[in-house]
């Protein structure tokens, strides 16, 4: 089973996005109901993760039904923003504790001896 499970990030698939779970969560639950997890990894857990943010919520609070606002938008607010992100990336470590989603690559036990 291959899953990405949000840990940081503005609600989606709204109503139905009920909970945040952490890595250890993740593991307790999955491991559980007898899956074995082969792989573990956190995704966008840099200084990154700010600038990820910001631009989630500029998005979200800024766009406009007009096509070509939201292109200049896009060139002149959010793609700065990345850009940013992309370098703080480069500059600062890793954060094992704040990330954007988790990505867990598990596999059933059951039926193994």
């Not at 200084?47 to 896009?74: E, H, T």
């Amino acid at each position: 089973m291959l899953m990405t499970v949000p840990f940081i990030w503005d609600e989606h698939e709204q109503p139905w996005d009920y909970a945040r779970y952490s890595s250890y969560g993740l593991k307790k639950i999955l491991e559980k109901h007898i899956f074995s997890i082969i792989r573990q990894r956190k995704s966008v857990n840099n200084f990154s993760v700010i600038f990820q943010l910001i631009n989630a919520w500029v998005y979200k609070k800024l766009s406009l039904k007009n096509k070509y606002i939201n292109y200049l938008l896009l060139l002149f607010l959010i793609f700065p923003i990345n850009l940013m992100g992309i370098i703080s990336a480069i500059i600062f470590p890793v954060n094992e504790d704040l990330y954007l989603d988790n990505i867990v690559l598990a596999e059933n036990k059951k039926g193994i001896s």
